[in-house]
């Protein structure tokens, strides 16, 4: 990943992250899903990246959408 995203999300579900990206999108802001999962034996993370210039922009809109305990990085 260049030098200029960073991840703002991880979850170990797909539909998570992909909700995230569509939140995200509809909010104007570009982000990306990286699939860090081991696809032998289905653990790890899948991340949402998004622009370093746009990441308080992402934190401040997740915050007011997701529910208390998710993995807001």
């Known amino acids: 990943m260049e030098k200029d995203w ?9 539909q998570n992250a992909e909700i995230i ?14 699939n860090k999962q081991d696809s032998s034996y289905m653990f790890g ?5 998004v622009n370093r210039d746009d990441t ?10 997701l529910s208390e305990g998710e993995n807001l990085q």
């Open 6 to 14: 960073v991840c703002i999300y991880t979850s170990q579900k797909l």
């Open 21 to 34: 990206k569509g939140l995200l999108s509809f909010n104007e802001i570009n982000s990306v899903v990286i």
């Open 45 to 49: 993370f899948f991340e949402v990246y």
């Open 56 to 65: 308080v922009k992402a934190k401040f809109c997740l915050s007011q959408n």
